[in-house]
């Protein structure tokens, strides 16, 4: 006989968990072998329990369901757990992930993505919706872009130019650059007024503040 799956239940709401537990019981290979009303009872019946699978709501009493799966995580790295929420918010997604959970699955949509979520985490995978993958992906690639403009015009810059910066940022007059490099002062200047439009930096203070700020002052 195929053993069953066994699926602990912790959320605060009575009446939720009564509707998960009917859910469940449409698959007949699960078995809900306990419910939990808060952080720290979710701890003691997982260990006293093993499920396979643990559901955990993140808003409980006693220890928040963030807290609880970092506890939980941290005594049992192989723990299958699935966020079983009403938060929609991208910060508790990605602090739910952070902390361990393998799925994380929307309240309004458990009656069609829980079995998903179950499925995908027992595979040993990870679940989240379609909507929740693609909020994910948008605010990462625009966390990228934006760490990329904030350096885009460091980026932009030749190696000679960088080497114009660092000397001028270190106070050295046009001539004493050109003689240094090897360059006419007329070429220098050239550089310098290039590193002005780039940077839009018209003050040689700018230039140090750039100079500093990508670490071309921390050598002669």
Do not use: W
Request: glycine letters at 4%; hydrophobic letters at 40%; a neutral charge.
């Amino acid at each position: 006989m195929k053993q069953k799956l066994k699926v602990l239940l912790a959320d605060d709401h009575k009446l939720l968990r009564s509707g998960l537990k009917l859910l469940l019981q449409r698959n007949p290979d699960m078995l809900v072998v306990g419910e939990s009303a808060d952080g720290e009872q979710t701890i003691q019946l997982f260990e006293q329990l093993q499920p396979d699978i643990l559901l955990l709501d993140l808003s409980m009493p006693a220890m928040d369901g963030i807290e609880c799966l970092k506890e939980i995580k941290s005594r049992y790295p192989e723990a299958k757990v699935i966020v079983l929420t009403m938060h929609e918010d991208e910060n508790y997604i990605k602090r739910a992930m952070q902390a361990g959970a393998s799925a994380y699955v929307h309240k309004s949509a458990a009656d069609t993505d829980l079995f998903k979520a179950i499925e995908a985490v027992q595979a040993g995978g990870i679940y989240l919706s379609q909507q929740d993958s693609k909020l994910l992906l948008h605010v990462l690639l625009n966390r990228e872009q934006d760490a990329i403009d904030k350096k885009a015009p460091y980026i932009l810059l030749s190696p000679r130019e960088r080497e114009v910066l660092r000397l001028v940022a270190h106070g050295y007059s046009l001539a004493e650059v050109a003689e240094r490099l090897s360059l006419s002062i007329k070429t220098v200047d050239t550089y310098k007024v290039r590193l002005s439009e780039k940077l839009q930096a018209t003050k040689r203070s700018e230039l140090v503040s750039y100079a500093l700020k990508y670490g071309l002052l921390s050598t002669e």
